[in-house]
């Protein structure tokens, strides 16, 4: 009697124990939120549209969708004209600036200093500023600066 009441007892036990194993893997899923459950939904709903797709697929013989190859077109050279400017020191203000001593220089700068013309330094040196002085002077003057003979009849004019 012994042996059986021990067989009925491990039978119970062992019984016990897979209904327990079967019923925990069914635990975890009632447990779930909604986006465990979104997750699942979702990774459900790509499995069945992929098998839609492959079947499609074998019955149409081919792919749904072949994107053309791609072509290679050679890009075209666009040669495009330089602009051509002219620097303040290429015009022939400057040329005929440049041609006058240091002194007579900074005596030009001076005296379009006093007449309210050039606010910069007195460095002899032609640069924007000077440039633009000796311009508003000219127009000023009914002067041009449009030739070098012209430009150095303007310089004079202030030195002399």
Not at 93 to 116: D, H, P, T, V
Request: net charge positive; glycine share 10%.
């Amino acid at each position: 009697m012994l042996l059986s009441v021990m067989n009925a007892k491990t039978t119970l036990i062992a019984g016990l124990t897979a209904l327990s194993i079967a019923a925990v893997p069914a635990t975890p899923a009632l447990a779930w939120g909604e986006k465990e459950q979104g997750f699942v939904a979702g990774v459900a709903t790509a499995v069945i549209v992929d098998e839609l797709l492959k079947n499609r697929r074998a019955r149409l013989g081919g792919p749904v969708y072949a994107a053309p190859a791609p072509v290679y077109v050679e890009p075209r050279t666009v040669y495009v004209e330089p602009r051509h400017t002219t620097s303040i020191y290429a015009t022939p203000a400057g040329r005929a600036f440049q041609s006058y001593s240091m002194s007579e220089r900074k005596a030009i700068q001076r005296n379009l200093r006093a007449w309210g013309y050039y606010r910069g330094g007195i460095d002899g040196s032609f640069g924007p500023g000077t440039y633009n002085a000796i311009t508003a002077y000219a127009r000023d003057e009914g002067a041009s600066l449009s030739s070098t003979s012209k430009a150095y009849g303007v310089y004079d004019g202030l030195l002399f």
